[in-house]
């Protein structure tokens, strides 16, 4: 008995005080996801990457928009997204009180504007996703043409598709014409 106690207050106290006082977290904690709507690019890396589909993109061709939003009711806290974004816009924070009076609350959007393809006029990709594309290209060491490459960043694939067949089908013909 003697002893048991002399253990017991030589380890001190095994258990926290919370809910009473505030739990302490460690550092990487896997807290509820935080997204900063202004830094996302919409790029939806990260909904490709969430295992329970937490995360979704939605387009809406009509309106020119995606909307990036969050289930927090699905969410495992795995940080899979905080990996895959590649402009930090998503991070595990240190909330984990996340209970809420009505399912609604659980979910938090972000809606952000469609680029127009410079060649079709179509929508093809999120405006921010190929203004970042085209700031990356232009500070890209040795890119040597930069500015071509900042143009073709602004058409859609299909187009680009178009005007590869066609420059092959006149190399080619200027290959047989030789
Ligand atoms: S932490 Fe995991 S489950 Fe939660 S949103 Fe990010 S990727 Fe999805
Ligand atoms: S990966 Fe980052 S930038 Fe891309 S949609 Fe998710 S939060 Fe936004």
Not at 78 to 98: K, M, S, T, Y
Not at 123 to 131: E, T
Not at 167 to 173: E, F, P, V
Request: with cysteine; aromatic share 6%.
């Amino acid at each position: 008995m003697l002893k048991t106690l002399r253990n017991a207050f030589k380890t001190g106290d095994a258990t926290v005080k919370y809910p009473f006082a505030p739990l302490e977290t460690v550092p990487d904690f896997r807290g509820k996801p935080e997204h900063d709507l202004e830094r996302c690019i919409a790029c939806a890396a990260c909904a490709v990457a969430c295992p329970p589909n937490a995360i979704q993109m939605a387009t809406d061709l009509k309106a020119g928009t995606i909307t990036w939003s969050i289930d927090y009711g699905r969410c495992i806290f795995c940080g899979r997204c905080e990996e895959a974004c590649p402009v930090e816009a998503i991070r595990l924070g240190d909330e984990f009180e996340l209970a809420v009076m009505s399912k609604a609350d659980l979910t938090e959007d972000a809606t952000y504007t469609l680029e127009r393809c410079s060649e079709c006029g179509r929508y093809f990709a999120p405006r921010k996703q190929v203004d970042y594309a085209c700031r990356v290209l232009a500070t890209l060491e040795g890119n040597t043409e930069a500015d071509e490459s900042i143009e073709v960043a602004r058409v859609c694939p299909e187009c680009k598709r178009r005007a590869d067949a066609v420059s092959a089908l006149a190399a080619a013909r200027a290959e047989g014409g030789r």
